[in-house]
């Protein structure tokens, strides 16, 4: 039993160790602020002790003139007069500390919003590809963006209301205590129940809401759905708005019938167990009132013990309200902490050079399964492609042709076997150094609201405002047509997110997607993942004639499913279910007149 009892009070100290960690974020994010916040919090908590003194001092003072006027007929009017403007101006200064607090505290939440934001962004450039596909950690993800970025300070201002409220309590023990300092224990008895029942709760609704990542990312992706250009397009055609608000609606329906069970036990236990705060009060209350009556205390002390022991319970109450508020931050505060810590893939290679260099691209026996797959995705791949030469990809889809390209970048690690460029392989290499080498337009591409221009520029980071290479780039990727008839030409605003956007066709989007590729001048493998796939015959045609004279002494790398452009190249490989089915060039496969053969003939017969 208290061993259990040991365990959990652990557990629940256990869980204030990111209020230190939330601290120094907050001190990290503005010394100034902070320290401005720790002064206001001295005199916020203090100066309410001091009104509630010079408030006795008045009732005595008034009593005392009383009594004069009576004997003499004479009115005291200045001693009053000077307390009461004393007070005065002590109330002002409370008030005039506390908007300080408030403008201290709205500040510091911009900066650490803008802090705690950037640092989940930055971290998500650290990260595998391979940790955005899994469910769990991305669920990590959201739980840190969507509360993370306003917990921290939520967290610190509870310390320091903690703080504030520990130096007026403090202050008040020294005037109550002269009363009785069983008075002092009354206070916290009365409010300690409550204290307990709001930590239960707020554990609750972290469980609750740590439970619910799931369904919380499903409304985020429904929301996106229904009121997105990109998507509300399909969700009018096929009328899918009623199935999926439906949805949406649906998750809001169970969500709320837990929140209304945790928010009414929650009120409810509140009250029950604040009308002990209430009893306690009134019990006090009936003390200093019999002590005053029997002439132990002056009628001044009463108001005075009455205020301190009103604010002193409101005090205490707001504590622990602080504490379990702080245990509740704590435990959102664990999801960010949680995500930022998570392990980082080491890219640790240095090379930026290879061993041979020249020798090319080689995979050998290269297997790959994706993570929680339970078959692979690719094989015993086996390929050599020497600078200068074009490798076309085929196959059906999902056969793994994006995979292999996946694994050339570097995107994720095969399984088994190795990849090696110019003889070292690509887990030696620098990944700067290896990025720099490799241009890559997949098909899905990013679709940038950006400028025309900069759409392109992003093919190179190091030229992306360099206008002269996004022309030539564009002429390269047979975009400069379009592009010079567009209204502000290489400076139109894509997309429609922004004033002026202007929305292009699937052809156009792809020709801007291959002026990227050429951007980069200084990569010498290629690879372009079904790039002409909405891009009129004619334009395919000069955009390949194009590209290989471009790329003559580079290595050029095509997936597609159009034979016709196949066939230029130099090495084809068809891939069947991630295993290398046939290889050799057109005539070759032709002669060997098996799948590529007959797949090759099925195409032709579907043009004649
Ligand atoms: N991120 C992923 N996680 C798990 N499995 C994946 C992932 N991406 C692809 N796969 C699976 O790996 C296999 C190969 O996919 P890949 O994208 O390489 O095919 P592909 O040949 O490029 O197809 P397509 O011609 O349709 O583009 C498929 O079975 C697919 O379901």
Known sequence: MTATTNNEAQQFLGVFRYTRRA??????????????LVLLTLVVGSLPAVAAYLGKLIVDAVLMAMQVYQTTGLVEYQPLLNYVLLEALILTCLSAAQRATTAHQALLRGLLGQKVNVMILEKAQTLALAQFEDSEFYDK?????REASTRPLALVNKTFSLLQNGIALASFSFLLIQFSPWVMLLLFVGALPVFIAETKFSGDAFQIFRFRSQETRTQIYLE???????????????QLGDLLLGRYKSIFDKLFVENRHLILRRETWGFILGLLGTLTFYAAYAWVIFETVIGKITLGDMTMYLLVFKQGQTAVSASLTSVSGMYEDNLYLSNLYEYLEQPTPTESGQGNTGSQPGDGLRFEQVSFTYPGANKPALENINLHIKPGQSLALVGENGSGKTTLIKLLTRL???????????????????????????????????????????NIGIGDISAFEDEERWHKAAKAGMADDFIQRMPEKYHTQLGRWFKGGQELSGGQWQKIA???????????????????????????AQMFD?????????????ISHRFSTVR?????????????????????????????????????????
Do not use: C
Not at 600 to 605: G, I, R, V
């Open 568 to 608: 230029m190249a130099d090495q084809i490989v068809l891939i069947n279910q991630g295993q290398i089915l046939e290889e050799g060039n057109h005539q070759e496969l032709m002669q060997l007149n098996q799948r590529y053969a007959q797949l090759f003939n099925l195409q032709a017969s579907g043009y004649r």
């Open 23 to 36: 601290i120094e974020l907050v001190w990290q994010t503005s010394r100034r602020l902070t320290l401005g």
């Open 141 to 145: 993800l959201t739980r840190a963006r």
């Open 546 to 558: 194009y590209f290989r004279s471009h790329t003559l002494n580079k290595m050029a790398i095509l």
């Open 514 to 540: 291959l002026s990227r590729a050429f951007m980069r001048e200084k990569a010498d493998i290629l690879v372009l993942d079904e790039p002409t796939s909405a891009m009129d015959a004619e334009a395919e």
């Open 224 to 238: 996106t759905l229904l009121a997105r250009e990109d998507t509300i397009k399909e969700v009018k055609l096929f």
């Open 412 to 454: 994720y690690d095969p399984s088994t076997g190795r990849i090696l460029l110019d003889g070292s392989n690509l887990k030696d290499w620098n990944p700067q150094a290896l990025r720099q080498r490799v241009g890559v337009i997949f098909q899905d591409f990013v679709r940038y609201q950006f400028l025309v221009g900069e």
